[in-house]
């Protein structure tokens, strides 16, 4: 029977999670982010001469965004407001707005930080922009989201978007040893905790700080209370370090991001690779029927005519999909992707739907010749609607000379076959059909 975990009544000496006791108050504090904060970085010049624009801090949880904000809140001259979107909408918006309008009738500046910007929808953003726009307030938005999906247009133009990289294993080592020693964390006590168990939370927080020191506490707070201090054994910290989520968000960027490197894989015909991207998918949580769909229009864009049966076996995954669902659906699955994984390759069709869109889109009118008209009435009929019709199935070859594309497309070619695997017998069928129809066409010409 395996122990509850409970911790002790002496949490902490000010009753705030580990992680709010340890954040940093200075540049010198933060630890990573040396690509930004580095000594003569661009970001640390910004904060330091108080030259701060509006911007954008990108990168996944855990990483200083909030921090790196409360920071410069400490250092710069400007009045600060923390906002957050997710309790806040367009009435609290304005009511800030006002505030800043005053600072700045004082010659103060504000800076606004917003947490989860992503989460505001358009309507949202866009009171911010005439604000950002006449200077009244400097706007710092805080997103884990790609913010050129998930920031207006307008606003993003406005902004300097940094990047936040997820913190180094050494990074976050660094951290605990902090926290283990700073008596804002557990300095006043004797903790005893063996480097293989920092290393193993370390690589449990997967970059993320907040993960890693709220982890730490945890094992602390149930470790062994003595006369010498706090004893934390491996076993506790492993009994502590439970199954972390998988890091995919099905409606963020890495969901894109691991999507991507399904199809990629296929593509470059790497089933081993395919089977991982997929799994990952399917073990954060996705909809098996949304990755079957990217299977069956991969089954087309990339195999095409090389392997027809590609789309079969789509859409038969699809199916089994349908009918037993997750996880016995799985194995349906790994069959469709390492299927297409080794199908042979052409993008044939996705290059001809390509082309014919950026015909359509230079001239989206073009009429259709009258001989392929239909003409159901007496008065289209007078109008040559269909005069001239040649029915294939009436001639021997089962093929005609008539010309089907608009007049000033005549002869353009959008189909372009390949010689991988079966489309290279198509390829062979449409030079045929094309030397046959050219060579009508001139006996046309002549009067032959």
């Not at 949880?61 to 806040?88: E, H, M, N, Y």
């Not at 996880?327 to 390492?338: D, G, M, Q, R, S």
């Not at 080794?342 to 359509?360: F, P, R």
Request: charged share 25%; hydrophobic share 40%.
């Amino acid at each position: 029977m395996s122990e509850t975990l409970l911790p002790r009544e002496e949490a902490s000496l000010s009753g705030e999670p580990l992680a709010a006791r340890m954040r940093p108050a200075s540049l010198d504090e933060i630890v990573g982010q040396q690509h930004l904060l580095g000594p003569g970085k661009v970001l640390r010049r910004l904060i330091t001469q108080d030259v701060i624009s509006s911007m954008i801090f990108w990168g996944p949880p855990g990483v200083g965004k909030t921090t790196l904000a409360r920071v410069i809140a400490l250092q710069t001259k400007a009045a600060f407001i923390d906002f957050s979107a997710v309790t806040s909408g367009i009435k609290e918006i304005r009511q800030v707005m006002l505030k800043a309008e005053e600072n700045r009738a004082y010659g103060v500046r504000t800076i606004v930080f917003v947490d989860e910007i992503h989460r505001f929808n358009k309507a949202q953003q866009d009171a911010f922009l005439p604000f950002v726009e006449k200077g009244s307030i400097v706007l710092i938005g805080a997103t884990t989201e790609n913010p050129s999906f998930e920031v207006n247009s307008a606003l993003l133009s406005r902004c300097k978007v940094f990047v936040l990289q997820a913190l180094s294993r050494e990074d976050i080592l660094s951290l605990l040893r902090r926290a283990l020693t700073d008596p804002r964390g557990f300095g006043r006590e004797k903790v005893s905790l063996s480097e293989e168990a920092l290393l193993a939370i370390a690589d449990f927080s997967s970059g993320d700080a907040r993960t890693a020191l709220g982890t730490l506490e945890m094992v602390v707070l149930n470790g062994e209370a003595g006369e010498d201090g706090i004893t934390v054994s491996d076993e506790r910290v492993a009994q502590c370090l439970s199954r972390k989520n998988l890091m995919y968000d099905k409606d963020g960027e890495e969901h894109y991001n691991i999507i991507s490197a399904l199809h990629k894989s296929m593509r470059n015909s790497d089933p081993d690779a395919a089977v991982y991207w997929m799994m990952r998918m399917l073990e954060g949580g996705e909809d098996p029927l949304y990755i079957a769909r990217r299977v069956l229009r991969f089954a087309a864009e990339d195999v095409g005519l090389a392997d027809p049966r590609a789309m079969e076996v789509a859409v038969a995954a699809y199916q089994a999909c349908h009918f037993i669902g997750v996880p016995e659906c799985n194995v349906h699955l790994a069959e469709a992707v390492v299927y297409m994984s080794l199908a042979s390759k052409s993008n044939a069709m996705e290059m001809a739907v390509n082309e014919a869109q950026e015909a359509i889109r230079k001239e989206p009118d073009a009429p259709v010749p009258l001989v392929i008209r239909n003409a159901p009435t007496r008065l289209m009929k007078q109008l040559d609607y269909g005069r001239g019709y040649q029915y294939a199935h009436d001639y021997a070859e089962k093929v005609t000379a008539m010309q089907c594309l608009p007049d000033n497309l005549a002869g353009r070619r959008f189909y372009h076959p390949t010689d991988q695997g079966q489309e290279a017998r198509y390829k062979e069928r449409l030079e045929q059909i094309l030397a046959w129809k050219g060579e009508q066409r001139k006996k046309e010409g002549s009067g032959k």
